[in-house]
């Protein structure tokens, strides 16, 4: 690779300060890149920066698939870039040319102490704060920064007082990920433990929080990870928060706090304010107050009011509360035990509080904070020498947490019945599996350090800094030239038909982000999910009907949003598809106890459903963020998934619907394990797996059971075969048909399509091809290929990809015309409640809108959305 690479802001413009560094991912074409030590960056007039690089993925040659790149802070940061990888100076593990920044780290026995150049952290390595000191040029700004949380045993039906048990997060582990020169990423571990010791000696609410720090820096990034492991009978989580406690050593009118509210305004108070007052101390006195420098000598001011200071309240404790996504609250008290007093309020806050005197302060900003209400800042203590500010991920004021199933069972105690539960409401209930014990959030936020109080306009741009931070990327032509993820190409709208479908796709993604405002699918646990179908009579999405409701990735809608976003680059796609991890990969999923690795099937309740199977969790779905940002969170949940074939011993995924359970005994040697949504899944743990850490195991695993298939008589066609959970591979020896329309729609297609390029196996090909071909074939073709028709044939919209595949692999033209025809048959599911009308145009056949009414399924959305997308990559050809 010698050419340059192009490197975006993906909004479109610079930022015009980047105050804590960025990262992104990105990836190269096979054997160009030899590792992330010839990478280098330039800036748009071609100067070389400083940065850093390391590598994410390899190809099966060893040569570099993608890196994370990372640039320091600065003040004006360039409107492009380019990175080149010409074997020149080392950027991932040599120190930056002289003069440039660079972040230096220190370990001791007791801390670890990162230096930005600008800011300065202790972190301890074991007890009750995440660091012990944030400094400012060496000039303390915050200590003591801890996890809080709060806890009631019952919510009561009637009014009535319920106490709370405080408890303190307790650090157990702390690790140096990352070094610099560039880019240090510190991880730190621990549980949280009550305050009170007559509480008990309980640990709950595992956690992790990593600190990021650039060269330059005057802010740090924080992400902040929990597990749910409490009991959710008994367990009513009442608070969720990080605490900061902030030096003060000025007077108390030099003291201010900024609070942001909506839409880039602000609160801009000083603790003790001097203006409004009976009496005037003088232009030049309020005019610095209101800009938050210091205020000239008393001696200067009107004497009127310097000698009645101590007459004006000072007002040090400060809250705002978000506790819907419609509305928050300010107020303020003079100290406690004295009444509040309203200051306003609003919609939506942008999360973000800084308090801070002549000498310097803390600010704080959470991403998505009232998109993940409810959510609270407090500052407390201000008049004081030493003030507490305190960031709520969930806030105290809001109703407790309850995360109790929302029904009785309705007699549910049988398969027998169960199933008949599930012929009415969708819903796949089991006494006990409605469990959210294991689940898990995500919250990011960030530190700012500043030397002074700093103007409203500059703590504006560190608020939209935290809550929309900016992101590098790689072009859509760029990403598609380097032949990662499969089948698609950037959007093209060359052609009148090829336009239509791109409309279409736009139509499709610009509704689901407006259905997510009307809707308000905002909160805690539920922000970056989706409901799964639409109640025609009730004009409502079917919030409360069984498997009707939350989504949890059925059918891909992950995979629809990542590879929309890869074909037009779009922030606003961006964005929603990242949210959707966050969500999917954290919420949806079990990250400990029995299910550990599985995810939950669509329910009222993100945990509801009993069925927790692999197509939910699958890396699938995370891989794209993580490869394309090189997310260390993401990582995480990757790494989780790598042992999730034992999952199979312990949980069988189709126990209630098994046609040979009166036979079937699970042991090690001879696990059931299903050739579409189960080995799709296990495919992509290995693939992400071997990709990411060159895992001998991984690799076998994954190379051995695509033998297996090519050696099995009817290839995918069998349906399922029996694992030996020790040697990682299939008994061949089955010979049976079974085919059902979900095994291809939870990631199979893609994860196949990479397999097949990437690896050199003919019989695996020839049977993902036999699949692909015979899938929507005539009964005849099918008949005369294996024997009988194929039984269990629908969603052929979403199929019609597979004959895609198959007619450009072939270059079959008959079955290329067949894929396109298919497509719009296919169109059936979506009705005319479905807002779409089948219109056939010579050639070819679109869907067309006729109103903005919901489609009828987030299921349908996305797999049309995928058929278009993949279609056009492989015969869009024909189509023109």
């Given at each position: 690779m010698t050419n340059n690479a192009p490197i975006r802001w993906i909004d479109g413009q610079a930022p015009t300060d980047i105050s804590g560094g960025t990262t992104w991912g990105m990836p190269f074409p096979?054997?160009?890149?030899?590792?992330?030590?010839?990478?280098?960056?330039?800036?748009?007039?071609?100067?070389?920066?400083?940065?850093?690089?390391?590598?994410?993925?390899?190809?099966?040659?060893?040569?570099?698939?993608?890196?994370?790149?990372?640039?320091?802070?600065?003040?004006?940061?360039?409107?492009?870039?380019?990175?080149?990888?010409?074997?020149?100076?080392?950027?991932?593990?040599?120190?930056?040319?002289?003069?440039?920044?660079?972040?230096?780290?220190?370990?001791?026995?007791?801390?670890?102490?990162?230096?930005?150049?600008?800011?300065?952290?202790?972190?301890?390595?074991?007890?009750?704060?995440?660091?012990?000191?944030?400094?400012?040029?060496?000039?303390?700004?915050?200590?003591?920064?801890?996890?809080?949380?709060?806890?009631?045993?019952?919510?009561?039906?009637?009014?009535?007082t319920v106490g709370r048990t405080a408890f303190t997060g307790e650090v157990t582990a702390v690790v140096l990920e990352q070094s610099g020169p560039v880019r240090a990423v510190v991880r730190l571990e621990g549980t949280h433990r009550p305050d009170n010791p007559e509480s008990g000696n309980r640990n709950w609410l595992p956690f992790v929080v990593r600190f990021y720090f650039y060269a330059n820096a005057r802010s740090v990034r924080v992400v902040h990870s929990f597990i749910w492991d409490g009991d959710a009978e008994r367990d009513f989580l009442a608070g969720l928060g990080m605490r900061f406690t902030v030096p003060l050593e000025a007077e108390l009118h030099n003291r201010h706090i900024r609070i942001a509210g909506a839409d880039g305004g602000f609160l801009a108070e000083a603790v003790r304010g001097l203006t409004g007052l009976r009496r005037d101390p003088g232009?030049?006195?309020?005019?610095?107050?209101?800009?938050?420098?210091?205020?000239?000598?008393?001696?200067?001011?009107?004497?009127?009011?310097?000698?009645?200071?101590?007459?004006?309240?000072?007002?040090?404790?400060?809250?705002?509360?978000?506790?819907?996504a419609d509305g928050f609250e300010l107020r303020k008290r003079t100290t406690a035990g004295h009444g509040w007093v309203g200051i306003s309020g609003g919609t939506r806050a942008g999360g973000f509080c800084s308090l801070s005197d002549t000498r310097g302060g803390l600010g704080v900003g959470i991403k998505d904070f009232w998109q993940s209400h409810p959510g609270q800042l407090d500052v407390r203590g201000a008049v004081g020498r030493e003030a507490s500010m305190t960031a709520w991920l969930f806030s105290p004021e809001a109703q407790p947490m309850d995360l109790r199933f929302y029904h009785d069972g309705?007699?549910?105690?049988?398969?027998?019945?169960?199933?008949?539960?599930?012929?009415?409401?969708?819903?796949?209930?089991?006494?006990?599996?409605?469990?959210?014990?294991?689940?898990?959030?995500?919250?990011?936020?960030?530190?700012?350090?500043?030397?002074?109080?700093?103007?409203?306009?500059s703590l504006a741009a560190d608020a939209t800094s935290a809550s929309t931070p900016a992101l590098l990327q790689a072009t859509p032509e760029y990403l598609h030239s380097a032949g990662v993820f499969g089948?698609?190409?950037?959007?093209?709208?060359?052609?009148?038909?090829?336009?239509?479908?791109?409309?279409?796709?736009?139509f499709l993604f610009d509704f689901y982000a407006g259905q997510v405002e009307q809707r308000r699918w905002y909160g805690f646990w539920n922000y970056g999910d989706v409901m799964h179908t639409y109640d025609f009579d009730r004009h409502v999405w079917r919030y409360d009907v069984g498997g009707y409701a939350w989504d949890n990735s059925e059918l891909?809608?992950?995979?629809?949003?990542?590879?929309?976003?890869?074909?037009?680059?779009?922030?606003?796609?961006?964005?929603?598809?990242?949210?959707?991890?966050?969500?999917?990969?954290?919420?949806?999923?079990?990250?400990?106890?029995?299910?550990?690795?599985?995810?939950?099937?669509?329910?009222?309740?993100?945990?509801?459903?009993?069925?927790?199977?692999?197509?939910?969790?699958?890396?699938?779905?995370?891989?794209?963020?993580?490869?394309?940002?090189?997310?260390?969170?993401?990582?995480?949940?990757?790494?989780?998934?790598?042992?999730?074939?034992?999952?199979?011993?312990?949980?069988?995924?189709?126990?209630?619907?098994?046609?040979?359970?009166?036979?079937?005994r699970p042991n090690r040697g001879a696990l059931g394990v299903g050739l579409g949504t189960d080995w799709g899944s296990l495919a992509a743990t290995w693939l992400t797996d071997w990709e990411r850490t060159g895992n001998r195991r991984s690799r076998d695993w994954l190379l051995g059971t695509m033998a297996d298939i090519g050696a099995l008589k009817y290839g995918f066609l069998t349906g399922e075969a029996l694992y030996d959970l020790d040697k990682g591979r299939f008994d061949t020896g089955r010979e049976q048909i079974s085919v059902s329309h979900l095994s291809a729609v939870f990631g199979l297609v893609e994860i196949c399509s990479e397999l097949v390029d990437l690896v050199d196996d003919p019989e695996f090909e020839r049977a993902w091809l036999q699949y692909c071909?015979?899938?929507?074939?005539?009964?005849?073709?099918?008949?005369?290929?294996?024997?009988?028709?194929?039984?269990?044939?629908?969603?052929?919209?979403?199929?019609?990809?597979?004959?895609?595949?198959?007619?450009?692999?072939?270059?079959?033209?008959?079955?290329?015309?067949?894929?396109?025809?298919?497509?719009?048959?296919?169109?059936?599911?979506?009705?005319?409640?479905?807002?779409?009308?089948l219109q056939k145009i010579e050639p070819p056949y679109v869907l067309l809108p006729v109103d903005e009414a919901p489609t009828v399924s987030t299921n349908d959305t996305a797999q049309f959305g995928l058929a278009v997308i993949q279609n056009l990559a492989l015969v869009g050809q024909y189509l023109d």
């Open positions: 096979r054997g160009t890149v030899p590792g992330a030590e010839a990478l280098a960056v330039a800036d748009a007039s071609g100067s070389r920066v400083p940065s850093q690089a390391w590598p994410l993925a390899t190809w099966p040659d060893g040569s570099l698939k993608w890196a994370g790149v990372a640039l320091p802070a600065t003040a004006s940061p360039s409107d492009s870039y380019q990175v080149t990888a010409d074997g020149g100076t080392t950027t991932g593990t040599a120190q930056p040319a002289s003069g440039s920044p660079s972040v230096t780290v220190t370990e001791g026995s007791d801390a670890v102490t990162v230096d930005t150049g600008v800011l300065q952290m202790v972190i301890g390595r074991s007890g009750s704060t995440l660091f012990r000191s944030l400094m400012r040029d060496g000039r303390e700004v915050a200590r003591d920064a801890r996890l809080v949380s709060l806890v009631q045993d019952d919510i009561p039906e009637a009014a009535g232009a030049e006195v309020r005019d610095a107050q209101i800009a938050g420098r210091a205020t000239p000598p008393e001696g200067s001011w009107n004497p009127e009011v310097s000698g009645r200071l101590n007459l004006i309240p000072a007002w040090g404790d400060y809250t705002l509360s978000q506790l819907s309705l007699g549910q105690d049988t398969f027998e019945e169960q199933l008949e539960g599930l012929e009415i409401t969708y819903e796949d209930y089991d006494p006990g599996f409605g469990n959210p014990t294991g689940i898990a959030r995500t919250h990011e936020l960030t530190l700012f350090a500043y030397d002074s109080t700093p103007s409203t306009e089948d698609w190409t950037p959007v093209d709208r060359s052609t009148p038909a090829r336009a239509r479908l791109e409309d279409r796709l736009d891909s809608p992950d995979l629809w949003l990542w590879y929309s976003y890869l074909r037009s680059g779009r922030a606003d796609i961006f964005r929603f598809a990242e949210a959707m991890t966050r969500h999917t990969g954290e919420v949806d999923v079990y990250h400990l106890g029995p299910w550990k690795g599985l995810g939950s099937r669509h329910n009222v309740l993100h945990w509801g459903c009993s069925a927790k199977q692999l197509r939910i969790s699958t890396p699938a779905y995370r891989r794209f963020y993580y490869y394309l940002t090189a997310d260390e969170r993401t990582g995480d949940l990757l790494t989780e998934l790598v042992d999730s074939d034992q999952n199979f011993l312990g949980l069988d995924p189709v126990r209630k619907v098994r046609p040979d359970a009166a036979t079937y071909r015979l899938f929507l074939a005539t009964k005849e073709e099918q008949v005369a290929a294996v024997g009988q028709p194929l039984e269990g044939i629908h969603l052929t919209q979403a199929h019609s990809r597979l004959t895609a595949y198959a007619a450009a692999r072939l270059q079959d033209r008959d079955l290329a015309d067949r894929a396109w025809e298919s497509f719009a048959e296919g169109g059936e599911h979506l009705n005319h409640e479905a807002a779409f009308t």
